[in-house]
């Protein structure tokens, strides 16, 4: 590794002050520690110390999304797998069906190298617009500020693909991603000022912009252009509910657990749970949530007093709409456990709300941040059937609040401690 090292220190002075290359300085800095470790480092004994930098604790979220990275393409692939064999295609048309081919991957859901490939066809070029994209806007500014390229694109470059649905358009999920980055972050003063989630808003740009390519029930199977063949449907079990004409209302979670020539869905919870489902890449398994949570909690990365709050939150609200029925309105239906499984709710609990930037930092703040979201997230489900994924839009709304009630905790923290060090004159 020497000469690479050599090679790099010889580049070194010609982008510091007064060289050649002075003003893109952060992308060397970038491709230098990205292989070594930083060679400006605190010695004096009034400094703090820990392994885990920001670069660590990037790497850990990382291999904390891994689950839900392998399960995103492998589902992706198994649910357009499923469409095209039920229509009696041996393979995807456009660019995808001919790797396919050449491959001598037909279409079959009973294949798992050919759910796994296809679904990467999907996956990866929606992590590359969105990496390159990010990444330009993030080099950009780190040249006009002249400070250093911050790591944090990474994770989000990651977290915003797999929250999106297969069929995305890649300029569509470009310009998301730009727009996140400059008005949500750069704007801000970059990484750590942002007041809120940067993958969140990018998908809540696309929802807003876009809604025909991020919602409905024809955007969740990558089927490239073919309709859905008879006997199979690609709405999620929120939209299902959501969508019911008054007359089939009282089936309530018959029209998600029923055959689909019942007019059901035909999912179990524990299809759910292991997210063999329609939904968007990365957010259908549960499973994969809650290794990524485990890794998250055991590194102390992730807040776990976060997470429980968001999960009791949406289960004491839940279990009341439950509870308390309607005749008019179905997802009143949907009972507390399943709330937990379908949609969004896994993966923005682990690796959104818990976004170290955003969320709620004092330890009793995090059960109130925490509860308000999953508060917010089923209240946006069940009463606004309209939109039927509530937990996009109840972590942007924590984010907002999160300091607010930051303030108000260490308000009292403040108080109680002047009290206990009051002298009586």
């Known amino acids: 590794m020497k000469p690479l090292r050599q090679f790099l220190d010889n580049l070194h002075p010609l982008f510091t002050k007064g060289g050649k290359l002075e003003p893109f300085y952060p992308l060397y800095e970038a491709g230098d520690t990205f292989l070594y470790t930083p060679g400006e480092v605190t010695t004096g004994p009034s400094h703090v110390r820990d392994a885990l930098d920001l670069k660590r604790m990037m ?25 095209l064999n039920a229509g009696g295609l041996e393979f995807a048309e456009g660019w995808r069906g001919s790797i396919m081919s050449t491959l001598g991957l037909a279409a079959n859901p009973g294949n798992h190298i050919s759910n796994f490939v296809l679904g990467a066809l999907y996956f990866i070029p929606l992590f590359l617009v969105a990496n390159i994209a990010g990444g330009l806007c993030e080099v950009i500014f ?7 390229i911050n790591e944090g694109f990474l994770v989000t470059g990651m977290l915003y693909p797999l929250t999106l649905p297969p069929t995305l358009p890649w300029w569509q999920a470009a310009i ?14 970059g990484t750590g000022k942002n007041f809120v989630n940067i993958a969140l808003t990018a998908r809540a740009f696309l929802y807003f912009a876009y809604p025909s390519q991020i919602s409905g029930d ?28 008054p007359a089939n209302i009282p089936m309530g979670m018959n029209a998600v657990t029923n055959t689909v020539t019942n007019g059901g869905l035909n999912i179990s919870w524990f299809e759910a749970f292991l997210g063999v489902i329609p939904g968007s890449m990365g957010e259908t398994s549960a499973l994969a949530c809650v290794i990524g949570a485990a890794i998250l909690i055991a590194s102390g990365i992730g807040s776990w007093r976060i997470m ?3 999960v009791l939150g949406a289960v004491t609200t839940s279990a009341a709409l439950w509870a308390l029925g309607s005749e008019s309105n179905a997802v009143f239906a949907m009972p507390p456990w399943w709330h937990l ?18 969320a709620a930092f004092s330890e009793g703040g995090k059960w109130v941040y925490g509860f308000l979201i999953g508060f917010m997230t089923i209240l946006i489900r069940v009463i606004n059937p309209a939109f039927p994924e509530g937990i996009m839009l109840a972590i942007l709304f924590g984010n907002v ?3 607010l009630i930051d303030y108000f905790f260490i308000q009292a923290n403040i108080k109680r401690r002047l009290a206990r060090t009051h002298v009586p004159a």
């Open 59 to 83: 790497i850990t979220v990382v291999a904390a999304l891994g689950p839900c990275i392998l399960m995103a393409m492998w589902n992706t692939g198994y649910q357009a797998n499923l469409v």
């Open 142 to 148: 780190s040249c006009i500020r002249g400070h250093e």
């Open 176 to 189: 998301g991603i730009m727009f996140a980055v400059v008005l949500a972050k750069e704007v801000f003063g």
């Open 218 to 245: 024809r955007v969740w199977v990558a089927a490239d252009g073919y309709k859905l063949v008879d006997g199979y449907t690609g709405a999620t079990a929120l939209g299902q509910l959501g969508s019911l004409d």
């Open 308 to 310: 429980a709050a968001v």
């Open 341 to 358: 499984v379908v949609g969004g709710f896994a993966f923005g609990t682990v690796f959104m709300a818990t976004d170290p930037v955003s």
């Open 401 to 403: 609040f999160a300091p």
